[in-house]
């Protein structure tokens, strides 16, 4: 018998396409007490929240679509771009060995 109660895990939304997702598959943007915005790759970072796809579409669409800044309520800084599309690679290369156990 397979357990009635499937463990629901928790998900989040993508500010850029709005698609609703574990938020494993997102990455976490974090807008520090300090205002320093920056990507948040543990997703415990103190501070202002938002979520976006692992997908470099959505990193540049929710930035120059302004959702990101809007989510976020603060101005995005020019290098952010780059360093979240330089961390989504991290990942899916860590996701990729994970995948193959
Ligand atoms: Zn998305």
Do not use: F, W
């Not at 494993?24 to 320093?36: C, E, K, M, Q, Y």
């Not at 796809?53 to 929710?62: E, K, L, P, S, Y």
């Not at 959702?67 to 996701?95: D, F, H, N, Q, W």
């Amino acid at each position: 018998m397979a357990p009635r109660a499937v463990r629901r895990l928790p998900t989040r939304s993508c500010v850029a396409c709005r698609t609703s997702r574990d938020k494993h598959d997102l990455i976490r943007v974090v807008r520090r007490p300090d205002g320093t915005v920056q990507a948040d790759p543990t997703g415990k970072a103190n501070g202002r929240g938002a979520y976006v796809c692992t997908d470099v579409a959505c990193i540049t669409n929710g930035i120059e679509r302004g959702t990101l800044a809007r989510a976020l309520e603060t101005k995005i800084p020019a290098g952010l771009r780059e360093e979240l599309v330089a961390r989504i690679e991290t990942m899916s290369i860590e996701g990729g060995a994970r995948g193959q156990e």
